[in-house]
Each structure stands twice: as C-alpha cells, then as structure tokens.
T-cell receptor, first 112, second 112 residues
Framework: GEDVEQSLFLSVREGDSSVINCTYTDSSSTYLYWYKQEPGAGLQLLTYIFSNMDMKQDQRLTVLLNKKDKHLSLRIADTQTGDSAIYFCAERAKAAGNKLTFGGGTRVLVKP | GAVVSQHPSWVICKSGTSVKIECRSLDFQATTMFWYRQFPKQSLMLMATSNEGSKATYEQGVEKDKFLINHASLTLSTLTVTSAHPEDSSFYIC????????FGDGTRLSIL
C-alpha cells in the first residue's frame, strides 16, 4: 500500500532557508502536494507538482521531486516567523483511487 | 478567496446529541468531496468519500451509521455525527475533489 513519511520537527532561524523532506512509496503517484496548517485551522494548499516534473518554484517556495528515489522536498527561502506551522506532504496515486495520502506532518518552528 | 466553506468552525455539545457539519464548494460544482478526521498532533485520516447523488464510500473502520454523509447537491455535503460521545471529539475537515484538492477550515467538535 501507499505510505508517506516526513520528519517530525524542524527548527530554523528567521531569514534562513527551511527544507522539509518527504518520502513516498507509491510509484503510481500523479500529483504531490504541500499543505500548511496553522494551529486550529484547516489545510492551506501551498503548492503542488505533477509527477513528470522535477522542480517547481513559486515565490519563496521551491519544490524538488526525485521520482527515482520517491523523494519530495519543500524549500522555503527567507523563512519568516509566520511560516511557523505544520507542513503536510500528500500524494495522489492511481493505485489509491486518486485519494490523497498524507504524511504525518513536519512541525516547523521559526526562531527570531 | 475561499474555495471551500465549512460550518460551523467550532461546536460544543452534550453527549448523546447529533451534530451536523456542512461543507460547501464555493467556486465550482463538486461531485466528490472528502471527509477527514484529525486527532491532536496527528495527520489527517480519511473517513469517507462523499458522492453527489449516491451513497458515500466509507474507509475501513469508520462506522457509517455513526457518521452519516449526505451529498444532495453539487455544492453541499454534510456530515452528521449521530449520538455523539466524548470519544467523537476531534477536528473534522472536508475537502473538494479536484486538481488541486482544496480544504475547508475545519470544525472542532467537543463533546462533553
């Protein structure tokens, strides 16, 4: 079955870059997503990448996809205190009937 | 602006009460919506797929008689937690199927 894994916690200083990593197992993944969740809130879509792409950049966010290694990363440039949140990666795979499978989430703490 | 509207955002009620949560697709007609449950400091767990005009598809281990789903129109799905008990207290989030998948802001349910 499908499985998505992330590291639990990341601490970064304000102004530095953050890199959040995610691995997945399902080779039939079509889309991979990054969502942000602030305390008590729902999920905010940050960015997503189609499985035939290697990289996608959107302002401060850069997504890298290594399909061979089934590794996805999200880089946040010039991290701000407002970036403190939980970040979830998720995959949409044909084998899962196009449902989303989420990782456990990475809690990012930005220190001033 | 918001793509998905979820209501209410927070509800507190007595044990034994039934609680209805609404999920509305604001921008487009949605034949498929999803309902998730999230426990504190955990990831999202898919409960069921809501299908417009037909029965919902429940994930393994989710009681369909406890969590009633109705998707009577292309813009509205409702989740009713019947005879709620303290163990049903959780954060419930809906999403609208699409590319990408957008989420509501969640409903925090507290059963006393």
């Amino acid at each position: 079955g499908e499985d998505v894994e992330q590291s639990l916690f990341l601490s970064v200083r304000e102004g530095d870059s953050s890199v959040i990593n995610c691995t997945y197992t399902d080779s039939s993944s079509t889309y991979l997503y990054w969502y942000k969740q602030e305390p008590g809130a729902g999920l905010q879509l940050l960015t997503y990448i189609f499985s035939n792409m290697d990289m996608k950049q959107d302002q401060r966010l850069t997504v890298l996809l290594n399909k061979k290694d089934k590794h996805l990363s999200l880089r946040i440039a010039d991290t701000q205190t407002g970036d403190s949140a939980i970040y979830f990666c998720a995959e949409r795979a044909k084998a899962a009937g196009n449902k989303l499978t989420f990782g456990g989430g990475t809690r990012v703490l930005v220190k001033p | 602006g918001a793509v998905v509207s979820q209501h209410p955002s927070w509800v507190i009620c007595k044990s034994g009460t039934s609680v209805k949560i609404e999920c509305r697709s604001l921008d487009f007609q949605a034949t498929t919506m999803f309902w998730y449950r999230q426990f504190p400091k955990q990831s999202l767990m898919l409960m069921a797929t809501s299908n417009e005009g037909s029965k919902a598809t429940y994930e393994q281990g989710v009681e369909k008689d406890k969590f009633l789903i109705n998707h009577a129109s292309l813009t509205l799905s409702t989740l009713t937690v019947t005879s709620a008990h303290p163990e049903d207290s959780s954060f419930y989030i809906c999403s609208v199927a699409g590319e990408p998948q957008h989420f509501g802001d969640g409903t925090r349910l507290s059963i006393l």
